[in-house]
């Protein structure tokens, strides 16, 4: 199963720079791409909802629990990408955490003020650990946007928290490219634009591949730990 899952992620990344490649575009983009990953990813507050709950079902699938017949609802979404240092180097072994809400913006976590119904399918978080590549994958639904106070709608957004010996700790937040409500949320607009660049990401419509199931959309976000010295 491991060795599948391997093959299929190699697979991905190989159909991405095949279609670079078709448009010409190849090698100016994988300079560009080489540079931006090797910088270190923006940390970004925790916020309030970091689970509390224990769940019996943690895996990097958060589409199905454990026990549970049906699927979570909304946009099955593919999150990948690889965990590097500030030289570029991939980073094998990283603990990659992940919370969110479920599709209707609500999360499980006694202090979410929201009155939105739960997703009993839903597997409010997860993890993943790096592979030798330093590649991480995780199957989720695209998070509803949620009030976050009078004025201020949060945009859909996946909390991230990854843990490698050696490196700082970093927390941070990942959004989706072309929501409405991120040009006005406050923690986003908080880094500076280029930093914002790193977090906002471009999700598309799956390549035809056994793994990626139709009708899903897959997003990289790699990610630049630094370096404890
Ligand atoms: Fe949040």
Known sequence: METKTNLTRRQFFG???????????????????????????????????YPVRDQADKDNDLTWVKGQRQRAKGQIIHVMGTVRDDSCEPLQGALVEIWQA???????????????????????????????????????????????????????????????????????????QGNPYNAGDRILMALPPQEQEKVIILFQKSPNVFEFEQGSQVGTFDIGLRLVR
């Open 15 to 49: 159909t991405s720079l095949k279609t670079l490649a078709g448009v010409g575009l190849a090698s100016s983009f994988m300079g560009k791409a080489l540079s931006e990953t090797c910088e270190l990813t923006p940390p970004q507050t925790e916020g309030p909802f």
């Open 102 to 176: 479920c599709e209707s913006g609500k999360y499980n976590h006694p202090g979410d003020p929201n009155t939105a119904p739960l997703d009993p399918n839903f597997q409010y978080w997860g993890r993943a650990v790096s592979d030798e590549k330093g590649q991480y994958h995780f199957i989720t639904i695209l998070p509803g946007n949620y009030p976050a106070a009078p004025g201020w709608i949060r945009p859909s957004h996946i909390h991230f928290k990854i843990q490698r010996r050696g490196f700082h700790e970093l927390t941070t937040q990942m959004y989706f």
